[in-house]
């Protein structure tokens, strides 16, 4: 089933056109990274994705927008609070009863492996166990696409690891995952398709067997003739 299907999607900034007729879908259960090098226009298609902002042309269709869970890069954490403290107050934002909310931060903090650290304040997290509670809230309404820009930028590799494994669970459950990274081994290693996204305009799509090369990294070389970290 198709939970995400974007359709010629554009938006410009005076004279600069961010998102050129954008266009692909996300399915059930699927794991789809959209890659591109810095000022490809990846920011500003989620923005859109999400509803942040309007696009000029084109068209989103996905579940109501309470059944997307939106992981932005910036942490959106209150560090003097625990992570159950925090989850407990953004299932508050959702209305949730107490019993309800109490028993939904404790299923989360399982999913991303922070049971041990739920009354630890999340000023003493280290930036990877920020960045999976960051995941848990984005999980919190029990979306059924979850969009993660960058959730691994700045972390270490077991944190990382760790990040990743959470994902193939989530989507192994039936979760479409919408993924953003700056990291060609992590695309490689999750995304059942990736989208190669340059000057605002999807080059090229498919798994990563599909895209005609040994590796990602050289699809994605060949097609915008620059590395993904540039």
């Known amino acids: 089933m198709t ?28 794991t789809y990274g959209l890659l591109g090098p810095n ?4 920011t500003t298609a989620i923005a859109m994705i999400v509803g942040i902002l309007a696009p000029d042309a084109g068209s989103v269709r996905a579940p109501d927008k309470a059944a997307i869970g939106y992981v932005p890069q910036d942490l959106a954490l209150y560090p003097d609070l625990t992570g159950r403290e ?12 107490r019993a309800a909310a109490r028993a939904r931060a404790t ?12 009354d630890k ?14 995941i848990a ?11 993660l820009d960058e959730p691994t930028a700045g972390v270490d590799p077991q944190s990382r690891n760790a990040i990743l494994d959470s994902v193939r669970r989530l989507t192994g459950e039936g979760l479409a995952v919408l993924y953003t990274t700056h990291y060609m081994e992590e695309a490689q290693r999750l995304c059942d398709r990736v989208g190669i996204l340059d000057h605002g305009r999807l080059l090229a799509e498919g798994s990563p067997d599909e895209l005609g090369e040994p590796d990602l990294e050289a699809a994605f070389l060949r097609l915008t003739g620059r590395e993904l970290r540039d």
């Open 137 to 147: 809230i984005g999980l919190l309404n029990r979306p059924r696409l979850l969009v």
């Open 3 to 30: 939970v995400l299907t974007v359709d010629g999607l554009r938006k410009s900034y005076h004279d600069l056109v961010a998102v050129d007729g954008l266009g692909f879908a996300v399915r059930e259960g699927e």
């Open 86 to 97: 925090n989850l407990r107050f953004f299932c508050g934002m959702y209305g949730m009863r």
């Open 121 to 134: 304040a999340v000023a003493t997290y280290s930036g990877g166990m920020q960045r999976r509670l960051n």
């Open 107 to 118: 299923e989360l903090l399982a999913t991303v492996g922070l049971s041990d650290k739920a």
């Open 39 to 42: 000022g490809a226009g990846k």
